[in-house]
């Protein structure tokens, strides 16, 4: 997951929805983009899709995909493990949204 296209798309999607980020602190505008579920989108798009970049970016990130077995997001009953990796990157997507919605107002 590249962070800075998935800033590229936030900022992308704050234009487009014609968002005042004077009328949000950062909690709120995660909040307000996640009800209408576009971080979710934002970040669905920035998850891997080849599996050899997944197994790659699984060897430094496995705490990710650890995690999100942990949280319920992988079906362990019939277990893919390139599906635990996405489901891993989609963690550190909301992560690196979040971090990156924060760095919006600092800017």
């Known amino acids: ?3 800075e296209n998935l800033k590229q798309d936030i900022i992308e999607c704050i234009k487009y929805k014609e968002i005042k980020l004077d009328d949000y602190d950062s909690q709120t505008l995660y909040e307000e983009l996640d009800y209408d579920g ?3 989108e934002i970040i669905d798009s920035n998850i891997t899709i080849y599996y050899y970049d997944l197994r ?5 990130n ?3 995909i650890e ?3 942990d949280e319920g997001l992988v079906d362990m009953e019939h277990f893919d493990f ?3 990796i996405q ?3 989609y963690l550190l997507g909301q992560e690196l949204a979040f971090e990156i919605i924060e760095e919006l107002f600092e800017e």
């Open 38 to 40: 576009s971080i979710n």
């Open 62 to 64: 496995y705490d990710y």
């Open 82 to 84: 390139h599906k635990a």
């Open 1 to 3: 997951m590249n962070k």
């Open 56 to 60: 790659k970016w699984s060897v430094e």
């Open 87 to 89: 489901a891993g990157q």
């Open 67 to 69: 995690q999100a077995i």
